[in-house]
């Protein structure tokens, strides 16, 4: 969740430097929205998975999922 209580969905190989990269402003889309703030994540063994994964979450229907599952609050 960012400064303006919008979600920031992405998709990285590597989580830990991700949110340090958020936080220290070096990522474009979340620098004007600190503080960066990591409510839950999901791991995938296949990359691919991952990046249709996180374009469903982009979508009206993925949007959807996030709220009926409660996954942001």
């Known amino acids: 969740m960012c ?3 919008k979600t920031y969905i ?3 190989d590597d989580l ?11 990522v474009v889309a979340t620098k004007d929205r600190l503080l960066i ?6 791991a995938f063994s296949n ?3 991952a990046f249709d ?5 982009k979508s009206g229907s993925g949007r959807a999922f996030i709220v ?3 996954i942001i609050a």
């Open 16 to 26: 830990i430097s991700r949110i340090l990269r958020h936080q220290k402003g070096s």
């Open 47 to 49: 990359k691919y998975t």
């Open 3 to 5: 400064s303006d209580n």
């Open 37 to 42: 703030q990591l409510i839950s994540y999901f």
């Open 68 to 70: 009926k599952h409660k």
């Open 53 to 57: 994964f996180e374009k469903y979450l």
């Open 10 to 12: 992405g998709c990285t």
